[in-house]
Nanobody, 115 residues
Framework: QVQLVESGGGLVQPGGSLRLSCLAL????????MGWYRQAPGKQRELVAV???????NYADSVKGRFTISRDNAKNTAYLQMNSLKPEDTAVYYC?????????WGQGTQVTVSS
């Protein structure tokens, strides 16, 4: 059974930075794509960024130029470097891995941007 373990969330002031990590455990197969999504209170879950096994990336317009997604295939780990954080980035951030036509989700990590 695949398990995604997220870490790195927390409270940060506007303009600050955080780095999220997502470790995929238990997969016997290569991970096709890994992504980060977020859900703010009262809103739908939305895509933040995604990266393929080959390193191709895609970002939501709201985070372009501020967030960077990366991955270490040897460690089955994806990262999300978040810079210039804004209060509207406050949300629960979820990691997703796409493995053999199946989506696996992490439990989420809270990111709060507030002074």
């Amino acid at each position: 059974q695949v398990q995604l373990v997220e870490s790195g969330g927390g409270l940060v002031q506007p303009g600050g930075s955080l780095r999220l990590s997502c470790l995929a455990l238990g997969s016997r197969f290569s991970i096709n794509a890994m992504g980060w999504y977020r859900q703010a209170p009262g809103k739908q879950r939305e895509l933040v960024a995604v990266i393929t096994s080959g390193g191709r990336t895609n970002y939501a317009d709201s985070v372009k130029g501020r967030f960077t997604i990366s991955r270490d295939n040897a460690k089955n780990t994806a990262y999300l470097q978040m810079n210039s954080l804004k209060p509207e980035d406050t949300a629960v951030y979820y990691c997703k891995a796409y493995i053999r036509n199946t989506d696996y989700w992490g439990q989420g990590t809270q990111v709060t941007v507030s002074s």
